[in-house]
């Protein structure tokens, strides 16, 4: 029976999407104090500033309620892509203005809040800076009622970018007192140099319990599950698999990538030749586009520079890919 029991246990909490959080006490308080702090910074300057402006104090409770949406992502989710910067600022503004947009061009309030969430939600997308509260920040606009409709499109600059750049202050103060919270996540990026295994160590096959392992030691909320990482790690070497040999030829104009991982990543672009016949050495002139070394140049011979690349690749959708690769991602553009 208790057997039963738990295997039904398990099952329902993997329908229901529950997952293990390893995430240390600390890093839960802490999180918790740094939403904490930012909200009291960006209700205060709010109310403040609609006091100027002679609207019901009552409302600024409602317009920043998607602020507190932000918070969680800001210091419980630092270093997510959904956290960062551009996806805090482009999420708010563009949600915005696509909410005011919506309730002075459409008359039926139901459709107009249908619309503008949807339409935020496409321009989030293609402006790359997918941010979930945005999506209530175009609801506000619509729904928001007479204190926000008489702002029109300066709801846009009070409260929607006083707001965030408030909060976007506390976030950068705030994490860069711990020195694992770097925030944006590219000051970490920066500043952290992981240990590279020399080639024979990284014989060995990953497995979901190492992936489990570096989360915990992690000791940050990360939005991916240890199996979502192995099937990721898994189609990444069935698409390595396809092309193991280096380029035939080397061309100028084209660019290539080393195929590494992480740091050790790198696309190189080849910007100029010599192709001088013996004795004087085949030498090319290349420039870093994107990863490690990113924007240096060097000079190096041919055959040097074709056993470092890889493969040749092209820049599509903002992702680097191989040439003629059916798959859309690679690694994305610096």
């Not at 600024?60 to 992502?73: D, E, H, Q, R, T």
């Not at 175009?138 to 409709?149: K, N």
Request: net charge neutral; charged share 20%; hydrophobic share 45%.
């Amino acid at each position: 029976m208790k057997g039963n029991t738990l295997v039904v246990y398990r099952a329902l909490r993997a329908y229901l999407g529950i997952e293990k959080n390893s995430t240390s006490h600390r890093e839960k308080l802490i999180s918790a104090l740094g939403a904490a702090l930012a909200i009291l910074a960006v209700f205060s300057a709010t109310q403040q500033a609609l006091a100027a402006e002679l609207i019901d104090i009552s409302t600024s409770y409602f317009i920043i309620a998607s602020m507190g949406a932000s918070a969680v992502l800001l210091f419980a989710v630092p270093h997510g892509a959904l956290s960062q910067p551009w996806a805090l600022a482009g999420g708010h503004l563009i949600s915005a203005f696509v909410g005011v947009l919506c309730h002075q061009w459409i008359g039926p309030q139901l459709l107009a809040a249908g619309v503008a969430v949807g339409l935020a939600v496409a321009a989030m997308y293609y402006l790359r800076c997918i941010h979930p509260p945005g999506g209530a920040t175009a609801l506000t606009a619509v729904t928001g009622g007479d204190a926000v409709y008489q702002l029109g499109f300066d709801f846009l600059l009070v409260p929607i970018l006083t707001n965030v750049l408030l909060i976007l202050l506390v976030a950068v103060a705030f994490n860069s007192l711990f020195y694992w919270r770097r925030y944006p996540v590219h000051l970490g990026r920066r500043s952290k140099r992981l240990p590279v295994a020399e080639p024979s160590g990284r014989e060995v096959e990953i497995t979901q319990e190492d992936f489990a392992a570096a989360i915990q030691q992690q000791d940050s909320f990360v939005d991916i599950t240890a199996e979502g990482l192995t099937e990721l790690l898994e189609l990444a070497k069935q698409h390595a698999e396809r092309n193991v040999v280096h380029p035939r030829e080397i061309v100028a104009g084209c660019c290539y990538s080393n195929g590494k991982l992480g740091k050790l990543w790198s696309v190189r672009q080849v910007v100029d030749e010599s192709r001088e016949p013996p004795p004087v050495q085949d030498r090319i002139i290349y420039k870093v586009l994107a990863g490690d070394g990113s924007y240096d140049t060097g000079i190096c011979l041919r055959d040097d520079f074709r056993q470092w690349a890889r493969f040749e690749v092209i820049l599509k959708n903002g992702h680097w890919v191989k040439t003629g690769d059916s798959v859309d991602e690679e690694h994305p553009a610096a």
